[in-house]
Every structure is written in C-alpha cells, then in structure tokens.
C-alpha cells in the first residue's frame, strides 16, 4: 500500500497563484487508486481545510511543520492516544502552544538585536501582501497554533537563530518566510501518522512530495521521495540524494512526479 505525503506551496500548488490545475491528472489517478493524500504543510489548520474542500479531500493532514497531526474521526478502525477531539478532529498535538513561540521570537530578537516582523505583528491585509495570498485565505494563514513564520529586517540573522535554539525552540525556513516551533517537524509527524497506517493496513510505502529546505527531513524519512524544482532543488537533492528531481516546478513537477512513480 502507498500513501502520500505532499507539501502545499510551490508544490501542489503553484507558489504564485495557488492554482492546481497542472495536477489534476495526477490527483484523478490517486483518487481512482484510493491512495491517501496527506498534506504535510506549514499552513494552519484552517488553511488546509480550505484546500482539503477545494480539492475533494478526506485524509489525515498536518499542519504548522508537525505541530500537530489532524485525523477525522473514525479513520483509523482503533481509537488514537494520545489524541484530543477538537473542531471535528481527533488531534494530536506534538508542538508547543503559540503564544509562548511568539514570547521566544521576541526575546530572542531583543537578544539579537534583531528586528523581526512576525504574523502576530502584521494584519491580514500585510499577511496577503507578504504572502501574495487571497485576503480570505491570509486570514485563515493568521489563525495560528502551533508556529510563527516570520520576517528578518536587517542583519543578525545567525544570532538570532542561535538565540532561538538557546532557547529550546527550532527554526526552519520556507518559501517565503522563517518559522519558529517547538520540538517538532514534519519527519516526525510523517513518522506517526505512518506508524497508525502500518497497524491499520500492514505494510505501506511512504512517497514524500516536497520543495523547500522545511521538507529535507520528512523526504529524507520517505521511502520514495519526489523534490519538485525551485530555487532549492540543488541543496535538495544534495541533502536528499535518493530523490527524484522533477523537470518541472509546482503542480506540473507534481503531476510527473507521482505519475512517474505510480508508474513504477
């Protein structure tokens, strides 16, 4: 049995204009074979529920770079520990709380002598200026929980990012912005979402789709990994040497990606 793994941004969708289209071939084939489709993203909860209706989703996802792990309920033929029911999930929660992340962003700055712009400093209108997203969906990308991506202004970049490990927290980098979490990633939560459809289902292979420096550790834990071309496909495929690079970026590197490997 294979399962999916797919980071969201300038992978399934495209990272200008969020449309998916180019992929449609790819998610039909996945639908018809019933193979589940995880997103494993930095976006919130709220944003993935989005997408999830958009594009006609039922599976598990994560949000927030493995701050938690959102099951609906009744998935799995086993009740899950330790879970929590939460806005119609069964949640399990691996991050730290967002208003203590906030607290560490601002002592480490103060640390620094870094200035960084946060979500929590922006508006939506600032997120969607920031972001190039939708105001609608900028307001869904500022309901936070368990990460803050921020801006860095000016210089102090390495002290900043040592303050924050000093610490106890984690950072990692996306697209577009720096995140600060607790002691989570996406490995992690591909890890034990894995582990619950091993017991459900026996045997799985992981395919892990994924384009940004956020997404090394959860590919590298895959068993097929897939790098859609971006601007770090190169640091990519160096930290990730079994994955395969796609020609093309955003949903067409998507598409002939699992469509290659579906082939296989």
Same mark, same amino acid.
């Given at each position: 049995m294979k399962i999916i793994f797919s980071d969201l941004d300038g992978t399934l969708l495209d990272p200008r204009t969020y449309a998916w289209d180019a992929a449609q071939p790819a998610l039909t084939v996945v639908r018809q074979r019933g193979i589940p489709l995880l997103f494993c993203t930095s976006k919130t909860r709220a944003e993935v529920e989005f997408w999830r209706s958009r594009l006609g989703n039922n599976d598990p996802f994560i949000v927030e770079n493995g701050g938690a792990i959102c099951v609906p309920p009744g998935y799995f033929p086993f009740p899950l520990r330790p879970a929590r029911e939460r806005e119609g999930y069964q949640v399990i !929660?691996?991050?730290?709380?967002?208003?203590? %992340?906030? &607290?560490?962003?601002?002592?480490?700055?103060?640390?620094?002598?870094?200035?960084?712009?946060g979500f929590h400093d922006m508006s939506v209108a600032e997120i969607s200026q920031r972001?190039?997203?939708?105001?609608?969906?900028?307001?869904?990308?500022?309901?936070?929980e368990y990460d803050e991506p921020f801006e860095i202004l000016g210089s102090g970049t390495y002290r900043l990012l040592e303050a924050i490990e000093e610490r106890?927290?984690?950072?990692t980098r996306g697209d577009r912005f720096?995140?600060?979490?607790?002691?989570?990633?996406?490995? !992690?939560?591909?890890?034990?979402?894995?582990? %619950?459809? &091993?017991?459900?289902?026996?045997?799985?292979v992981v395919v892990g789709?994924?384009?940004g420096w956020n997404d090394v550790r959860f590919l590298s834990a895959a068993d097929i990994p897939i790098l859609v071309r971006s601007q770090f496909a190169a640091v990519l495929k160096r930290?990730?040497?079994?994955?395969?690079?796609?020609?093309?970026?955003?949903?067409?590197?998507?598409n002939e990606g699992v469509l290659q490997t579906l082939a296989a």
């Open positions: !929660e691996l991050g730290t709380g967002y208003d203590e %992340l906030v &607290r560490t962003l601002q002592a480490a700055a103060r640390e620094a002598g870094c200035q960084v712009l972001s190039h997203l939708p105001i609608e969906q900028a307001a869904l990308a500022k309901q936070r106890g927290k984690r950072w720096y995140h600060i979490m607790g002691n989570n990633d996406k490995a !992690e939560a591909v890890k034990r979402l894995t582990a %619950l459809y &091993r017991k459900a289902s026996g045997d799985v789709v994924g384009d930290a990730v040497p079994r994955g395969l690079v796609t020609q093309a970026p955003g949903p067409d590197g998507w």
